[in-house]
């Protein structure tokens, strides 16, 4: 079942990505202010959302893991963690790419990409520990309790942020002010760019957290070999 | 309750008899401050600005040192397995660990505010008074934060090097406050002009803190 579940799953967002890049390089329109740069926005927009998406999984998976436990919310919240550092990086990458030609700058402290930023060293911290105290028997909560904490920082984060902001004056004025959607077809392919990002993502996990589960049973099984051995061995 | 004043006495009388938390987060504070003073230059960083800013940075890394100490000094010869077996809930173990290390903190703190006040030649005035409890804010929020995250950090490898990743991100929102508020406050406006940052720092000590509460229980305990 979960093999035709994969191919299923790998085969959609394969043609969903195809047809999305087409919408995007060929179909669409040209933004009439800035010109080609501007289609970088269907990748950019989805990009944000699987990363937001990602980060909110793993704060599930987290409360799901010290209320229920279960190796299942930890390998969740770690395929999850993965998948929203790549796409959040995506989203920063994107976000510069399009900001050189538009505002003339690489990088600039406007509300939004400090949030992105700081979301981005918050998870990047969450994957340290992973990868740090892996040998250590609590990862599992340990990585629960920074993921719930992350979580809640969020809502400060952005007020804090927002706030900041607005006091300190703006070197550049960069509010996104009309991305100029007027043509339909612009939210057409938006729509379906976030498609094909969201089938990704969705095949993304399952793979990952399909691997992750394969690792836990392959030590069950390994433990279970070597009980059986030391038993015929005392037998 | 009796268990928090318990743990508290104990952390608070070790540090009186041998005093070298504060020692050397009174020291790491100076230090900091003195290597801001050599590294930007007076004639560009000056007033009330550069001295929050300073300020605040010496309260994030004398912070983060006081939270592994606190924390650290448990780990040795199983000092934490025996604070463990207390008759005490682990929830109580985490407000008198979050109260030592905040006292460490203050009293640090106190000592970076004299030192920023001479290096960067503020006026001894009304201003510092006004300037308290922001500082006290920041401090519980980083107590807050710092002794449940270095109650996981000290069990990973290289731990001391895992605390300051974890923590900083998530001391942002309360940084900026911090130091927009202390700015406000330093630069001679009314304690109300900083409303708003004082409003986050507020929100940000009762999240943190409710949720070192509530989730201590997991970090520490059966291994």
């Known amino acids: 079942m979960s093999k035709r579940l994969h191919n299923l799953l790998g085969g959609a967002t394969l043609v969903s990505m195809l047809v999305a890049l087409y919408m995007v390089f060929v179909w669409v329109p040209t933004e009439a202010d800035q010109g080609i740069v501007q289609r970088i ?5 989805p990009c944000a959302w699987v990363a937001f998406a990602s980060f909110g999984l793993v704060a599930i998976a987290g409360i799901f893991y010290l209320w229920l436990g279960g190796q299942i919310w930890d390998d969740l919240g770690c395929a999850a963690v993965e ?78 942020v927002r706030l900041w902001r607005t006091i300190h004056p703006a070197v550049l004025v960069t509010r996104q002010g009309g991305h100029g959607l007027e043509d339909p077809r612009m939210v057409v392919t938006l729509l379906v760019s976030l498609a094909a990002f969201t089938l990704l993502f969705a095949w993304l996990l399952m793979l990952r957290f399909s691997e992750l589960r394969m690792r836990a049973r392959l030590g069950t099984v390994a433990r279970e070999i070597a009980l059986a051995r030391f038993r015929a061995g005392a037998a | 309750m009796s268990g928090f004043a318990a743990v508290l006495r104990k952390d608070l009388m070790l540090e009186m008899r041998s005093g070298r938390s504060t020692m050397a987060l009174v020291s790491l504070a100076l230090l900091v401050l003195v290597v801001l003073v050599f590294a930007i230059d007076s004639s560009v960083a000056r007033g009330p600005e550069a001295a929050a800013g300073a300020l605040w940075i010496a309260l994030v890394f004398a912070g983060m040192l006081g939270a592994s100490r606190a924390v650290l000094a448990e780990m040795e010869n199983g000092c934490l397995r025996g604070l463990l077996l207390c008759p005490i809930d682990r929830a109580t173990l985490y407000a008198a660990k979050l109260a030592a290390s905040f006292s460490f903190m203050i009293v640090a703190l106190a000592a970076a505010v004299l030192f920023t006040v001479l290096f960067f030649n503020l006026e001894f005035s009304g201003a510092l008074a006004s300037l308290a409890p922001v500082l006290i804010l920041g401090a519980l929020g980083f107590s807050a934060l710092a002794t449940l995250l270095a109650a996981i950090s000290a069990r990973a490898r290289g731990g001391e090097l895992l605390l300051p990743l974890l923590i900083v991100p998530l001391f942002v929102p309360a940084l900026i406050a911090g130091v927009r508020a202390s700015t406000v406050v330093l630069s001679g406006a009314p304690f109300s002009a900083a409303r708003g940052w004082i409003g986050i720092l507020v929100a940000f000590d009762v999240l943190f803190v409710t949720a070192g509460y509530l989730l201590f229980e997991h970090v520490v305990g059966e291994e």
Not at chain 1, 41 to 45: A, K, L, P, T, W
Not at chain 1, 109 to 116: A, M, P
């Open chain 1, 41 to 45: 926005f269907y990748f950019h927009v």
């Open chain 1, 83 to 160: 998948i929203g550092m790549l796409f959040c990086t995506l989203v920063l990458i994107t976000g510069s790419l399009w900001a050189k030609p538009i505002w003339g700058t690489w990088w600039t402290w406007d509300s939004r990409l400090t949030t992105t930023f700081v979301l981005w060293l918050m998870y990047g911290g969450y994957l340290m520990l992973r990868a740090m105290a892996d040998d250590t028997p609590q990862v599992a909560k340990f990585a629960a309790v920074v993921g719930i904490v992350a979580a809640l920082d969020v809502p400060v984060v952005i007020v804090s």
